[in-house]
C-alpha cells in the first residue's frame, strides 16, 4: 500500500508541479491542433464533425492519467528500477529523434532496442579497458517497461481506438472499398524509479514484486527516489474489412498481447549477457512482426463496405443526425428505394431529395435481415450517412497519403464549389 502511495504521489507531481504541468500543456496543445485537422476532415467527408477538438482531446489526456497511473503501479509493483547513470531519460530523447526520421518508429521498442544496445556494447568495451560504463542500463528493468506500456496501450486502444475515426476510400480489383482511418495517441504521466549510485545492483534480481519492504525503505531513506516523465503511445490504422470497433479491439488484443509476451521475454534477461542481447534485438524484431500480421490479416479477409449490383452500402452515420434517428447504421446496404432498384449513391440522395410523401427503402442490415421503411427526411438539414460509391472518376481522387493536410482540404473546397 506504501508503495502505491509513493507512486501515485509521483504520478500527482507529473501533473501539478508547473515546469511538468507546462509539458503536459505542450502535449495537449499538439494534440488539440492534431484533432482540429481530424474534425475538419469528418466535416469535409461525413458533413459535420463527430467530436469536437476539444473533445478529442481531452479524452487522449484524460484516459492517458488513467493509463500512466496503472503503468506507473505495474512497474513499481514488479520492482521495475534504473541506476541513476542509466540515462533511462535518452529513452525519451531517442522516441523523438526517431518519430522526425520518421512517425512509425515513434515507439518504445525501437528506442529501447537502441538504447539496450547501446548499454550493452558500452558496458563491453568499458569492462574489457577498465573503466566504468557510463551508460549502464539494467536490460531486465528496460524492456520490462516496454511491456507494461504496451499493455497498457493496447487496454487504451480497445477503450478509445475508434474516436477521431475518418471514413476513407481505396480501389482494388477496379471496385471502391470503404473503410475507416484509425489514430489516436495518449499522454503518460509515467512514475520511474532511480536508484542512487551506492544503493548497488537494482532490478528483478534485487527488488522482486514480493519484496516490496525493501523498496519502500529505499524511498523513504532517499537511497531511491520516483522521478515522473511524460511518454506518448498510440496507434495508426486503417481498416476495410471490419467495422471501427472491431479493429480497434483486434488491434488492441494484439498490442496487450505483445507487452505481455516482451515482459515475460524480459524475464530472461538474468540468466546472463546473450538474454540480454536476445532481449534487445526480439523486441523491435517482434513489432514489426505485429504490423506484419495487421497487414496480412486485413488483405486476407473479405473487404466489408462494397457497394455492388446488389445495393448501396453505408459506410458511417453521423450522431444524432436523421439517418441515425431513424435507426440506419454503418454497415447496411440499401438495396431499393422507393420500390426501385439502386444502381449508385447519386440515386439515393436524389430519391430523398424528389420525395414529398416520404421515402420507402428496402434496406439489408449487417444481421442479413432485410427490412422495409418508410422515412421522413427533412430536406432542409443533411442526411448524415456516407455512402461507398460504386464508382470514382479519376479527377475526383485525392491522394491522402501523397498530399499535406491542407492541399487535400484546399481540393476538397474547390470541388464542393463547382
Not at 473487404?303 to 431513424?326: C, H, M, R, T
Request: glycine content about 8%; aromatic content about 8%.
Amino acid at each position: 500500500m506504501e508503495l502505491a502511495l509513493y507512486t501515485l504521489r509521483a504520478v500527482a507531481y507529473a501533473i501539478i508541479e508547473p515546469s511538468m504541468a507546462l509539458v503536459m500543456l505542450a502535449i495537449g496543445i499538439m494534440f488539440y491542433m492534431q484533432n482540429k485537422k481530424v474534425a475538419a476532415m469528418q466535416r469535409m467527408i461525413i458533413g459535420e464533425r463527430l467530436c469536437s477538438p476539444l473533445e478529442l482531446t481531452l479524452s487522449q489526456m484524460v484516459l492517458g492519467i488513467f493509463a500512466g497511473t496503472l503503468a506507473s503501479l505495474m512497474l513499481t509493483s514488479l520492482g521495475v528500477v534504473f541506476n541513476e547513470n542509466s540515462g533511462i531519460e535518452i529513452l525519451f530523447i531517442i522516441s523523438v529523434l526517431l518519430m522526425l526520421y520518421k512517425p512509425r518508429f515513434f515507439c518504445f521498442s525501437y528506442s529501447a532496442a537502441i538504447l539496450g544496445m547501446i548499454s550493452i556494447i558500452s558496458s563491453i568495451i568499458c569492462s574489457n579497458i577498465g573503466q566504468p560504463s557510463p551508460i549502464k542500463v539494467n536490460i531486465t528493468s528496460l524492456i520490462t517497461f516496454v511491456g507494461i506500456l504496451h499493455v497498457v496501450e493496447g487496454l487504451l486502444v480497445m477503450l478509445d481506438g475508434t474516436k477521431g475515426a475518418v471514413p476513407v476510400f481505396t480501389n482494388r480489383d477496379d471496385k471502391i472499398m470503404g473503410g475507416f482511418a484509425l489514430k489516436r495517441n495518449w499522454a503518460l504521466p509515467i512514475a520511474i524509479i532511480i536508484a542512487g549510485s551506492g544503493y548497488g545492483k537494482v532490478g528483478f534480481d534485487s527488488l522482486p514484486i514480493l519484496n516490496s519492504k525493501e523498496l519502500i525503505l529505499a524511498l523513504a531513506t532517499a537511497a531511491m527516489t520516483i522521478i515522473p516523465y511524460y511518454g506518448v503511445v498510440g496507434y495508426n490504422t486503417v481498416t476495410f474489412t471490419r467495422t471501427k470497433r472491431e479493429k480497434s479491439l483486434q488491434v488492441g488484443f494484439t498490442i496487450l498481447v505483445y507487452g505481455a509476451i516482451i515482459t515475460l521475454v524480459a524475464q530472461t534477461c538474468r540468466l546472463g549477457l546473450p538474454f540480454e542481447i536476445f532481449a534487445v534485438l526480439i523486441t523491435p524484431i517482434a513489432h514489426e512482426g505485429v504490423m506484419i500480421l495487421q497487414r496480412n490479416l486485413e488483405a486476407k479477409r473479405k473487404p466489408k463496405f462494397v457497394s455492388d449490383e446488389n445495393g448501396v452500402v453505408v459506410l458511417e452515420v453521423s450522431p444524432n443526425s436523421q439517418a441515425y434517428i431513424e435507426g440506419i447504421k454503418s454497415g447496411d446496404r440499401i438495396l431499393e428505394i422507393n420500390d426501385n432498384k439502386v444502381n449508385s449513391e447519386l440515386e439515393v440522395y436524389t430519391a430523398i431529395k424528389q420525395s414529398y410523401m416520404g421515402t420507402s427503402m428496402k434496406i439489408k442490415n449487417s444481421k442479413g435481415e432485410i427490412v422495409d421503411k418508410l422515412f421522413n427526411f427533412d430536406k432542409t438539414k443533411r442526411i448524415g450517412v456516407v455512402l461507398v460509391p460504386l464508382m470514382v472518376k479519376q479527377d475526383d481522387v485525392i491522394d491522402f497519403n501523397a498530399e499535406k493536410f491542407k492541399d487535400v482540404l484546399d481540393k476538397i473546397r474547390k470541388k464542393d464549389e463547382h
